[in-house]
């Protein structure tokens, strides 16, 4: 199992970003699928969230709170690969950006708390002028 996040750099404020996290040895379309991110000396934190495809009630995604409104998380099962769109970013969004993997059919009111199978590798951003 791998995942491998890609797209970081660095950006200025206001900026935007893509990131992409390439999957291989599991059926993507059976896990949800989420973004965290840790910054020096704070907490990881989970930042976007989007259900399995094959969740009953839809494509779900699901948001911090730091990020709704500018982050989009989306997945295309068919390229094994989930993205994360950053507009607006800012100092404050500077960390390492890990994708994560469970199988479960949706995010979870908790999303950002439960476990997850599967971590990949981080990419990291940077908000800098």
């Known amino acids: 199992v791998q995942l491998q996040a890609s797209g970081g750099g660095l950006v200025q404020p206001g900026g935007s970003l893509r990131l992409s996290c390439a999957t291989s040895g599991f059926t993507l379309g059976y896990y949800a699928m989420g973004w965290f991110r840790q910054a020096p000396g704070k907490e990881r934190e989970g930042v976007a969230c989007i259900s399995s495809s094959i969740s009953r009630d839809g494509m779900i995604s699901s948001y911090a709170d730091s990020a709704r409104g500018r982050f989009t998380v989306s997945r295309d099962d068919a390229e094994n690969t989930v993205y994360l769109e950053m507009n607006s970013l800012n100092p404050e969004d500077t960390a390492v950006y890990y994708c994560?993997?469970?199988?479960?059919?949706?995010?979870?009111?908790?999303?950002?708390?439960?476990?997850?199978?599967?971590w990949g590798r981080g990419t990291q951003v940077t908000v800098s002028s």
């Open positions: 994560v993997a469970d199988r479960r059919p949706l995010c979870g009111d908790s999303w950002s708390n439960l476990p997850y199978d599967f």
